[in-house]
């Protein structure tokens, strides 16, 4: 199985995936989005795979998303905001061929595995 995860190695959350992704066999693509945003397009895709809105992607913990107005903003305001600011995506993004997942909690990633 190929998987790609949007990781931030400073994040346990997104450690502990990365690690259930090897246990799992995976081929791992990792992308440290903090230094490689995804595109709007790209995480638009991944949102909508996933089942969620961006704002439901969107990190409001220790940023200041809502001060800013972003969780009841547009699509296209988030999605904007994230990609000039990557530290506003929640993580950690997992993909594979059984679709995408925003594993918060963890557990979520067995879903797609």
């Given amino acids: 199985m190929k998987a790609t995860i949007w990781h931030n190695p400073g994040c ?3 450690r502990k995936a990365l690690a259930r992704l090897g246990e799992a066999g995976a081929e791992v693509t990792v992308v440290e ?3 490689n945003p995804p595109s709007a397009g790209k995480l638009a895709q991944l949102y909508k795979d996933a089942g969620i809105t961006p ?3 969107l990190r409001t913990r220790n940023t200041d998303a809502a001060e800013r107005g972003l969780p009841d903003a547009d699509d296209k305001t988030v999605l904007a905001a994230m990609v ?3 530290v506003l995506i929640e993580r950690p993004l997992v993909e594979t061929e059984k679709g995408a997942r925003l594993c918060r909690p963890l557990e979520r990633i067995e879903e797609i595995l």
């Fill in 55 to 57: 704002q439901q992607g």
């Fill in 12 to 14: 346990s959350t997104s």
């Fill in 33 to 35: 989005y903090l230094k």
């Fill in 84 to 86: 000039a600011e990557p």
